[in-house]
């Protein structure tokens, strides 16, 4: 069973600042990674997804992978207040799909 | 952008009473449906994976007798929530792959809005 592991949070940083979220996970063979943006009561929205190693850019938003290090990070600039949500990691199972999901870390952007 | 829509949004019954649960994928076809399950500050649970025409496949601890998947469609999937108690209150979420050649291949899955159901 693939295992992603995020750190729960509550992250807090002021608004402007950049949020920085890390992901580990345990599969090797992994080949893609999705990072899914969730608010309180609502169902995930994919923010970015980032299959080769290096630093991939949208927007405020920049995923980070290291394949060699198993994990994957994002960075999101110039945080808004509107930001504030939780931030899951989702890995494949096997193929592309089902995902497996992180536990989240809930991220809080104090104006 | 591919669209899958979940009903009901939100149930509230009484313990003992059998839900249903719809996702639908209305812009695309769907050979396989996922169903998650939520509980408060948690993350998502995978529950089962259903292919369109087969019997669902069960994670590990999922009751089949419980929780009844069909998906009879290449569009639609249901889950029901069978003889339900309070501590089945959770916010279930279904997911839907779409059939190679729809397109939509940036996601390997689109998510419906959810329901929250509460058992009392």
């Known amino acids: 069973q693939k295992e992603v592991e995020q750190n729960s949070g509550p992250l807090s940083v002021p608004e402007g600042a950049i949020a920085s979220l890390n992901c580990t996970y345990s599969?090797?063979?992994?080949?893609?990674f999705f990072w899914y943006r969730q608010y309180s009561g609502k169902s995930p929205e994919l923010i970015m997804f980032?299959?080769?190693?290096g630093d991939k850019e949208d927007g405020r938003f920049t995923a980070q992978l290291n394949k060699a290090s198993q994990y994957v990070s994002l960075l999101i600039r110039d945080s808004q207040p509107s930001d504030s949500a939780t931030y899951l990691c989702a890995v494949p199972h096997s193929g592309n799909t089902p995902l497996v999901f992180g536990k989240g870390t809930r991220l809080s952007v104090i104006a | 952008g591919a669209v899958v829509s979940q009903h009901p949004s939100w149930v509230i019954c009484k313990s003992g009473t059998s839900v249903k649960i719809e996702c639908r994928s209305l812009d695309f076809q769907a050979t396989t449906m996922f169903w998650y399950r939520q509980f408060p500050k948690q993350s998502l649970m995978l529950m089962a994976t259903s292919n369109e025409g087969s019997k669902a496949t069960y994670e590990q601890g999922v009751e089949k007798d419980k929780f009844l998947i069909n998906h009879a469609s290449l569009t639609l999937s249901t889950l029901t929530v069978t003889s339900a108690h309070p501590e089945d209150s959770s916010f279930y979420i279904c997911?839907?792959?779409?059939?190679?050649?729809?397109?939509?291949?940036?996601?390997?899955?689109?998510f419906g809005d959810g329901t929250r159901l509460s058992i009392l």
């Open positions: 599969d090797r063979g992994s080949q893609s």
């Open positions: 997911s839907a792959r779409p059939r190679p050649g729809e397109g939509y291949s940036n996601q390997p899955q689109h």
């Open positions: 980032i299959y080769s190693n």
